[in-house]
């Protein structure tokens, strides 16, 4: 009978011990894990105060200030660097895979990787303060390929977005059945920048994507989405050089902005564009590319078929791409080439320019990767 | 009839973390499997056993079909005899989770098999942990790896018992 109190005890003892621990734990975790208030100083001019102990990226884009980054700040493309011109301590092991020595010299960080534990200076571009978050309407949705979609979206708030023809968005994927939270990724814009109100995407279905799933099997017109850009240093280069447009499937995108800005500035420059794909199935926007022929001043639209159909009937180019290429292209002088694709197909175009006389420093291009 | 689980070291626990969701990836590798990183291991490592190969076989005919699929350029190509291939990347790189050094390109890599008419998706990540460390991810990973399907879809050829 003794035994029930004596055992009543130990479990009020244990009960007391437990709910110590827990007190100790929890104002442990309010004061040493609490960095408290930490200060940003950007460009040595705008500072602002967020809250300490998390990533660099985030809290920048908690404050609208968006940083590149194609995989949500798990610290896997590389995308997010920052220069930081204060003390944050040393590299970390996952930032250092992604930085070069020369990066290490100037202290370039992966802004993805850095936790804000005290005030810190950096130094970013001035064209990311032009970055914006959009909330954007699915205008319509255009299967231009049984596999790349149209998404046009138009801009809600704010109504109008700036921009290089060339450069991309990051679109915003909601949480679905194969996300338990929202996840970016990043598409080339389609549309010129003339239109302002509206944003023009070409995306194409990849197996499994997160991303491509969503669009082909949940987007509907209506939806809301969010983007935000725009980022991206590839663009036309204000010379009067031939141009030489290569693209493959969705790398259309940039190449379409890029020609409609020609049109809209009556721009005079000789353009040929080389488009590999592989049978009549995978071409697109074969028309419109034609009448922008009979518009721009000197545009020639070369696409190239690697294996047609017998029932294709087709009487253009055929061989890769880069066959096609090598063939047209006699000279390299006073010519720039723009690329847009998977970056085997970058790697081998460069290879033919250069062998054609074009200097790699007039190749200018953006590998997906 | 089921096997003992085996006791797991260190390192492998630590491997084990690694390759949970949102560490490496967002999925992580280990699907729904309950079972500890050595037990999935020795599990797969038996199959390929019991059938006469290796997985460094295994990853090696997967890279040849990936490097057979490059010459599309990101588009489906023939292969001969009856596949088709399309070799695309997308923007980032990953960390092997055993810790191998480097980064690994995201590079998806489609097969179909015409004569089957079964297809099949892998990755250069794939290759690598197939290669080096025997790894095909845990059931119920979107992204596992079944080695009866890598074998009869990119018809590796088993070896004469």
Redesign the interface.
């Known amino acids: 009978m003794a035994l029930i109190p004596q055992l009543l005890i130990g479990i009020g003892a244990i009960s007391a011990v437990t709910t110590v621990l827990a007190i100790i734990m929890v104002i442990a975790d309010a004061t040493i894990a609490n960095y408290g208030d930490v200060q940003i100083k950007i460009n040595d001019d705008k500072e602002v105060t967020i809250e300490g102990g998390r990533p660099l990226l985030s809290s920048l884009m908690e404050e609208k200030i968006f940083i590149p980054s194609?995989?949500?700040g798990?610290?896997?493309?590389?995308?997010c660097k920052v220069k930081v011109t204060s003390d944050v301590g040393d590299y970390l092991p996952?930032e250092l895979?992604?930085i070069s020595e020369e990066e290490k010299a100037e202290n370039i960080r992966l802004s993805c990787q850095l936790k804000l534990k005290k005030d810190i200076a950096i130094q970013i571009p001035d064209e990311l303060f032009n970055v914006r978050e959009y909330e954007c309407e699915v205008a319509s949705l255009v299967d231009l390929t049984y596999d790349i979609k149209q998404v046009n979206l138009h801009l809600r708030e704010p109504s109008e977005i700036k921009f290089k023809a060339g450069q991309y968005v990051q679109f915003q994927v909601p949480e679905y059945e194969?996300?338990s939270?929202s996840?970016y990724r990043?598409y080339s814009m389609a549309s010129q920048p003339s239109r302002i109100n509206e944003v023009e995407l070409e995306i194409r279905l990849?197996?499994?994507?997160?991303c491509t799933t969503y669009v082909f099997e949940h987007l509907k017109e209506g939806d809301t989405v969010t983007i935000n850009g725009p980022y991206g240093d590839f663009h036309l280069h204000e010379t009067d050089a031939r141009i030489i447009f290569i693209a493959?499937?969705s790398g259309n995108a940039p190449v379409k902005s890029m020609l409609y800005n020609m049109l809209e500035t009556n721009s005079p420059r000789e353009t040929l564009y080389f488009f590999?794909?592989?049978a009549v199935r995978?071409l697109f926007l074969v028309d419109e590319m034609k009448e922008l022929e009979s518009k721009l001043a000197n545009f020639r639209y070369i696409p190239a078929l690697?294996?047609p159909l017998p029932e294709d009937n087709w009487k253009g180019e055929t061989g890769?791409?880069?066959d096609v290429l090598d063939r047209h292209i006699t000279s390299g002088e006073n010519t720039e080439a723009y690329l847009c694709?998977?970056?085997?197909?970058i790697d081998?175009a460069i290879a033919v320019l250069t062998k054609n006389g074009i200097h790699e420093d007039n190749i200018y291009y953006d590998?997906?990767? | 009839m089921g096997v003992d689980p085996m006791k797991q070291t260190v390192q492998m626990r630590e491997i084990q973390e690694k390759m949970k969701p949102g560490v490496i990836t967002r999925d992580g590798f280990l699907g729904t499997d309950s079972r500890n990183l050595i037990d999935i291991l020795t599990a797969d490592d038996d199959k390929v056993k019991r059938l006469n190969l290796t997985h460094t076989q295994i990853a090696q005919r997967m890279r040849e079909l990936r490097d057979a699929g490059k010459k599309g350029l990101g588009n489906f190509v023939s292969v001969a005899p009856h596949f088709e291939i399309r070799v695309d990347m997308v923007r980032g790189k990953l960390a092997c989770p055993f810790g191998h050094p480097g980064l690994i390109q995201k590079t998806n890599v489609q097969v179909r098999n015409l004569e089957s008419n079964r297809d099949i998706t892998f990755t250069d990540m794939h290759i690598h942990m197939v290669g080096d460390h025997g790894f095909y991810e845990g059931k119920g990973s979107p992204f596992r790896l079944e080695v009866r399907d890598l074998i009869d879809i990119l018809e590796i050829e088993l070896p004469e018992e």
Not at chain 1, 74 to 79: H, P, T, W
Not at chain 1, 206 to 210: D, E, M, R, T
Not at chain 1, 341 to 345: A, E, K, V
């Open positions: 194609a995989c949500g798990r610290g896997s493309c590389g995308l996952t895979p992604w194969l996300t939270e996840i990043a990849i197996p499994n994507g997160i493959g499937g590999g794909a592989r995978d690697s294996e890769l791409i880069t694709g998977s970056p085997g197909m081998a590998k997906f990767a």
